[in-house]
């Protein structure tokens, strides 16, 4: 299996500047896996994500290569998607929800203590790169309201230490 070199344009996180191969195992299984390269598009975007931490333009215009899918298709797919980044991030990404239920549960007070305690605002990422904020629309878990998610971890009924003890564990 050949090496796809990523190099030139924005650089990618975590210092890879080749596709490793076992990312290309995990790409040709999923060229596999759909009988159409364009159902294939978001795992692989997916995979990019997951080794890369955000997804450049270069990363982009990759999968388009590797999948024989239209850049505009891959940009329009990845821009769709709240779960895709394009952007450098945080080590951990917080995803608060601030829809109904939570704000009526005190969301506003989380979003505070996220403010005053680590210096995040919304859409940024704290200067030591330990953690980025999103506030989410909503994440459809109304019944345990103020809710966020930390990577892919849920946490709800949260209260101001409860938030505070959770991203402790978050090194």
Not at 25 to 46: H, I, V
Request: proline share 4%.
């Amino acid at each position: 299996m050949r090496e796809i070199s990523i190099t030139g344009g924005e650089p990618l996180t975590r210092k890879k500047t080749a596709l490793s191969n076992k990312i290309l195992r995990e790409l040709n299984d999923l060229k596999r896996k759909y009988d159409n390269e364009r159902f294939s598009l978001l795992p692989a975007l997916y995979l990019f994500q997951r080794e890369y931490g955000w997804l450049s333009a270069e990363a982009l215009e990759k999968v388009g290569e590797i999948l024989g899918v239209p850049k505009t298709t891959v940009k329009s797919v990845s821009t769709f998607y709240a779960m895709f980044r394009h952007k450098p991030m945080g080590r951990h990404l917080i995803q608060l929800c601030t829809n109904v239920s939570c704000m009526i549960m005190g969301c506003e007070r989380l979003t505070d203590i996220l403010k005053t305690r680590y210096g995040l605002g919304p859409n940024a990422t704290t200067h030591d790169g330990r953690f980025s904020f999103l506030v989410m629309e909503c994440i459809g878990v109304c019944d345990i309201a103020p809710a966020m998610v930390v990577d892919t971890d849920l946490y709800g009924n949260l209260t101001e230490d409860s938030l505070i003890g959770i991203l402790e564990r978050y090194e």
